[in-house]
């Protein structure tokens, strides 16, 4: 796919990849076999009928392409972007035996782009609900906590099925991470914007500025008449190293880093009034996509030369290989089998350097990894001015802690079944609440799940299993 040049991009936060041209588009769709047994959609969390919408775009209906997307991904501008495709329905296309899969995410998003233009132009196909001739529900409410991608997703399907839904989200803007969390380069908010109109459109109504667990409780929605509630509040919190110094003026965590540079629009100053301080010299502690993340803001924010610690070896980088080419191309250094071991203060409390120590490989641990081992007397200082911990996230407490009869585990995520089901009657949760850190399309298929269960136990209103 096309995209700017690395000179041009390390200088503004616009968006890398620049989309397939409508030749590109055909000429990709065209190496599709069209599998009998398609292999591809198994891989796939919201069940895309990948074979059909790829056939639309080779025959130039891409108003049928848009139809077969939507009937499945009301996100598809999203997903099309940050879904890793590479280990999902690309890794089981069969064209992956004699070469290079089917682009089957950037053909998503050809589609997805080709829609946002109609729909600007006011020639967009109006939001899709499921077959007319389905006995719909009548009355029935169901009230969202969160508006990520899990939320998103439940709340589209659960509109499309006939139920008014309510989205309670607690920042200003809807998105969840996908506004607060991913940059601009990488997902810019006004595909973001488009998408939750969609669901607008839908007739979701989104409730923003409200904060459940302290504004308003979980039993509280039920008094209010909702029938359903689905949590999809993700993992908004910080991982923590819990290394002396990490206190320090000039530490941040990737949430706080990221949220200023998205959300509150730091990477406009002074065009908007939310600045953040950041050195010459930045370091990024962590290997994910969260990481890779702040490591290219850093380099766009003007920092002079931005590390990237990690503590473990590149081959077993959790971060998509895309986004760690294109950190390489624009710049940032990579510090494989380091670990930080504290963080040393100027004179003023800031942050100035990082004392770190080299790290080998020893025997797999638990998640299959070689487990890293301290190499005895590698100690040694990085002179850093800004340092941003992106070693992963936890749920935030606040709806669990005031939520009596909500299970949790001992990492702080919910307990629910495959469907979403909690030990709370009535209440369903999904994405990161309950697994912890990870990826949108995951997050997506979660609350794809939990809104046909949502859907058949309000028609049933059988015994609560969980």
């Not at 035996?97 to 829609?115: C, H, M, N, S, T």
């Not at 990690?310 to 986004?323: G, Q």
Request: aromatic share 6%; with cysteine; charged share 25%.
């Amino acid at each position: 796919m096309p995209k700017q040049s690395p000179e041009k991009r390390r200088n503004n936060f616009q968006e890398v990849a620049l989309g397939y041209t409508d030749e590109q588009a055909k000429e990709e769709a065209s190496r599709c076999l069209q599998c009998k047994k398609p292999k591809c959609m198994a891989g796939c969390p919201v069940e895309l009928d990948i074979p059909s919408f790829i056939k639309a775009i080779r025959d130039g209906d891409l108003r049928d392409a848009v139809r077969i997307i939507k009937s499945k991904n009301s996100l598809p501008g999203i997903s099309g972007r940050v879904c890793p495709q590479e280990l999902q329905c690309e890794q089981k296309c069969v064209l992956t035996k004699k070469g290079a899969p089917i682009a089957i995410g950037r053909l998503e998003r050809f589609v997805a782009d080709w829609d946002a233009k109609q729909l600007l132009a006011g020639r967009g196909l109006a939001p899709q609900s499921e077959d007319a001739t389905k006995d719909f529900p009548t009355g029935k409410k169901v009230a969202v906590v969160g508006s990520g991608p899990a939320g998103l997703t439940c709340a589209s399907d659960l509109a499309k099925r006939g139920y008014q839904v309510t989205v309670f989200e607690a920042l200003h803007e809807a998105g969840g991470v996908l506004v607060y969390g991913i940059p601009e380069f990488r997902l810019p908010k006004n595909i973001v914007k488009l998408e939750v109109e969609y669901i607008k459109g839908l007739g979701v109504e989104f409730d923003l500025d409200s904060v459940v667990g302290r504004l308003v409780q979980i039993d509280e929605l039920f008094k209010k008449g909702y029938d359903a509630i689905f949590l999809g509040i993700g993992a908004g919190a910080p991982r923590f190293l819990n290394a002396p110094g990490e206190n320090l003026n000039g530490v941040y965590s990737a949430n706080e880093y990221l949220t200023r540079v998205n959300l509150m629009k730091a990477y406009k100053f002074p065009e908007y009034d939310t600045p953040i301080r950041q050195g010459r010299k930045v370091a990024v502690v962590g290997g994910g996509n969260v990481a890779m993340d702040a490591a290219r803001s850093a380099i766009r924010l003007g920092a002079d030369e931005v590390h990237v610690i990690y503590r473990r070896s590149e081959s077993e980088m959790p971060a998509r290989l895309e986004e760690v080419e294109n950190a390489k191309e624009e710049g940032v250094i990579f510090d494989f089998l380091t670990n930080p071991t504290r963080f040393v203060a100027d004179d003023r409390g800031r942050v100035k350097a990082v004392e770190v120590v080299v790290m080998e490989l020893g025997e797999p641990d638990e998640s299959g990894r070689c487990r890293p081992v301290v190499k005895e007397g590698s100690e040694h200082l990085m002179e850093m001015e800004t340092v941003v911990i992106a070693v992963g996230t936890i749920p935030n407490p606040l709806i669990p802690t005031n939520t009596p009869g909500l299970e949790t585990t001992k990492w702080g995520t919910v307990v629910a079944n495959e469907n979403g089901r909690t030990s709370m009657e009535g209440v369903w949760a999904g994405g990161d609440i309950t697994s912890g850190g990870a990826t949108v399309i995951s997050a997506m298929g979660a609350g794809r799940m939990a809104s046909a269960d949502i859907d058949a136990w309000l028609r049933e209103k059988g015994p609560w299993i969980c």
